[in-house]
């Protein structure tokens, strides 16, 4: 396809409508002007729509080839429909929120996750997902820390970088999608764990912690890039020149599709930096975005800004160029419905290989906080009770996408699938409502405790419901609840038996329980075969992995974090230092931490030199040793400390981890190379290098050690 001889045939009202975006409804809506149904909520008439470039929301083949058909009846071109969708966790088949997936630290999982979840998207007819979400996020409060991989920016950049290549392949072959990474820039970072509240991060914070991930994913060829929609420093993302222009496309060699949040365009006008659409319009253009999700300001006002000479056709013609290419590249021009079949649909959605995927995936990023003595539970256990409100609910986690509650195990069937000759009960004990006081619910407990004392064990099933987490899902207060806290307190009191399993989408503060349940689990928000993978964890099928991708902090302490900055008072060095009168200062669990079903050793870290040059390398040895009765994995990590630099640097940072695994009594020696990338970081003058003097070595199975060793950059 001749894309300039096309662009170049092309009115400037083809143009604005190509780099608007809008649901399905809308296109299908058969009114005439902008007076009845959808069209009128945003001033357009069918004349815009029958030329619109993207939409957004739909799914499955049938429905998106009658969209293709019905659109390409009508553009004066033959120009295909994009069609994009937050596939954020699996398509049909859910694997777990990708806050499970980063507790996993399991790169190749994760792009094997996102490679089933492209497949089973392309047989339901879309071409782009609105993925990898990478923001760091650093408080957890706020409720789209489902959506991240967590506090670390070397995590975030390898599940980025994974994520974009399970989404994209080598270069979007016929089973994958395009992949529009989110939310540009420092979205994770609102005051007050706030979803939408404004950012402020200095220029250092925000390109060592939060810039890393996104430009991975450029690096890796992403195709697409999503802005956010908070302000940063007082400028609205999608009309911000300097993060957008500036270091995306300049600095980072960007060239792929700049596409704003829903509604986003608008809401320049709340942010009060427009005035009207049309201003709206030429700050987004300036900042060079290319498409405009769910509002209209473009298509409105374009035409306007050109003639006033506000704008220049060039502008335009390269964002149009830019979807052009992308549709091209995705092939749509020679076949606009592209992989989209009902036949597939039935083949792929749900089939065993993605069960299977999505099952090991849930095993994989289960957290094991504590265990005394309880796990493995022993499959030939007579009675056993299932409790809580998580009891018998699959729990897929928000961002569901195609899939369903009704498809996916529940705690209580994955039990009854193992323990096939046991009798297996069920008490529902409370609700998931985070204000449920236990007076509410005191017969539900009654019942629960009454269940537990007769059975040989008990798996507790609490936390968050699945739209507990998730875009807009704010919390102010973190804790269990009070009527779950009671469950878990009762329960236990009458049977030491008792495993509890937290549902969740974000970290959850665990004080009122920690001391009180014997053996406890983070399980995220499983996906579809949540039940299955919880079952071959609790009686030992598989082995626990899974370490905490966030600090997991006391209520109150949020937001919280392991590689943050030192202070001139530290923790501990009596009354005027950093502390809190009335909270412990640690968190509840530290960012890194998981356990097993075995032990491990980690010796004390030895190293090939004391000194490295600029350009030298130095290697950190550590055996490894499985000193327990089972196989295990241990996530090995590697974390540094520039101890005397110009500015002042974090007290830890992960530079690596490696996944070991070993059998009972075997060994291993797991080094990690340190180069001066490893020691780089943005100076207050805007530098980014290395500076000569000391720095400490770490390495262990979580992020709170203190043994290290030191050598010197010279
Ligand atoms: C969310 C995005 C999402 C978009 C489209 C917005 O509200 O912030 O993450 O991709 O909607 O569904």
Request: hydrophobic share 40%.
């Amino acid at each position: 396809m001749d894309l300039q001889k096309l662009l170049n045939e092309m009115t400037v009202d083809e143009k604005l409508a190509q780099m608007t975006q809008l649901v399905p409804q809308i296109i299908t809506d058969k009114g005439e002007g902008a007076v009845t149904g959808p069209m009128r909520n945003f001033g357009i008439t069918r004349k815009v729509t029958s030329k619109i470039g993207t939409l957004l929301g739909g799914t499955g083949a049938e429905q998106l080839k009658f969209l293709q058909d019905f659109h390409m009846d009508e553009d004066p071109h033959k120009i295909p429909l994009l069609f994009m969708a937050d596939i954020i966790h699996g398509y049909r088949t859910l694997y777990p929120v990708p806050l499970g997936l980063g507790a996993s630290f399991d790169t190749e999982l994760a792009e094997q996750c996102c490679a089933m979840a492209a497949k089973e998207a392309v047989a339901g007819g879309l071409h782009v997902t609105f993925a990898p979400m990478v923001d760091l996020v650093r408080d957890a409060r706020w409720g789209r820390c489902m959506e991240t991989t967590g506090e670390d920016p070397y995590l975030n950049s390898k599940m980025s970088a994974a994520m974009v290549r399970g989404f994209q392949g080598e270069n979007l072959e016929k089973d994958k999608i395009a992949a529009c990474v989110k939310h540009f820039a420092a979205y994770g970072a609102c005051d007050g764990g706030r979803d939408y509240d404004a950012v402020e991060l200095g220029d250092r914070t925000l390109r060592e912690f939060y810039m890393p991930a996104y430009k991975v994913a450029v690096d890796e060829g992403v195709e697409l890039v999503m802005t956010s929609f908070n302000t940063l420093n007082g400028v609205p993302s999608s009309a911000n020149k300097y993060l957008v222009d500036d270091i995306l496309r300049k600095e980072w060699g960007f060239d792929g599709i700049v596409i704003s949040d829903f509604n986003a365009f608008y809401e320049m006008i709340s942010h009060g930096i427009a005035a009207n659409e049309k201003e709206c319009a030429k700050k987004a253009l300036d900042a060079t975005s290319d498409i405009e999700m769910m509002s209209t300001c473009y298509v409105k006002f374009g035409k306007q800004l050109l003639e006033e000479g506000e704008i220049t056709e060039k502008q335009l013609d390269d964002a149009v160029m830019r979807i052009l290419k992308l549709k091209e590249k995705l092939g749509l021009f020679d076949d606009p419905y592209r992989g989209a079949s009902v036949e597939e649909e039935k083949r792929l959605h749900l089939c065993k290989e993605h069960r299977d995927l999505a099952r090991v995936a849930a095993e994989k990023s289960a957290v094991l906080l504590k265990n005394d003595g309880v796990l493995p539970l022993d499959e030939n256990v007579k009675k056993i009770a299932v409790i809580g409100p998580a009891a018998d609910h699959g729990m897929i986690g928000g961002w569901f996408c195609c899939g369903t509650v009704a498809e996916a195990v529940s705690a209580l069937d994955g039990i009854k699938n193992v323990a096939k000759n046991a009798d297996v009960k069920l008490a529902f004990g409370s609700t998931f409502d985070p204000n449920e006081k236990p007076e509410a619910v005191a017969d539900r407990i009654a019942e629960a405790k009454k269940l537990a004392a007769e059975c040989d064990a008990v798996v507790l099933c609490i936390g968050e419901e699945m739209d507990m987490s998730g875009e807009s899902h704010t919390r102010a207060r973190i804790s269990i609840s009070d009527a779950q806290a009671e469950l878990v307190k009762e329960v236990c009191s009458v049977n030491k038996n008792t495993v509890t399993v937290i549902y969740c989408g974000r970290p959850l503060a665990l004080e009122k329980i920690n001391d009180i349940s014997p053996a406890t689990v983070i399980f995220w928000h499983p996906g579809t075969e949540g039940g299955n993978a919880l079952a071959n964890l609790l009686f030992g099928r598989v082995n626990f992995q899974g370490k905490l991708p966030m600090t997991f902090p006391y209520e109150g302490q949020s937001p919280y974090f392991y590689n943050h900055l030192p202070t001139g008072r530290p923790n501990g060095n009596g009354g005027y230092c950093l502390r809190y009168l009335d909270t412990p200062y640690e968190p509840v669990y530290p960012f890194g931490y998981g356990m097993s079903y075995t032990t491990f050793e980690i010796s004390s870290p030895t190293l090939s030199s004391n000194e490295m040059t600029e350009d030298g390398e130095i290697t950190v040895f550590v055996n490894v040793k499985n000193t327990g009765n089972v196989h295990g994995i241990e996530t090995v990590q590697l974390y540094i400390n520039d101890v005397t630099a110009s500015v002042s640097r974090p007290v830890k940072e992960m530079k690596g981890y490696q996944k070991v695994a070993l059998a009972p009594g075997e060994e291993k020696t797991v080094a990690f190379k340190i180069t001066l990338d490893a020691l780089k970081f943005h100076t207050f003058s805007g530098e980014y290098k290395a500076e000569k003097g000391k720095f400490k070595v770490f390495v262990s199975n979580r992020s709170d050690v203190k043994e290290f060793v030191e050598f010197k950059l010279v």
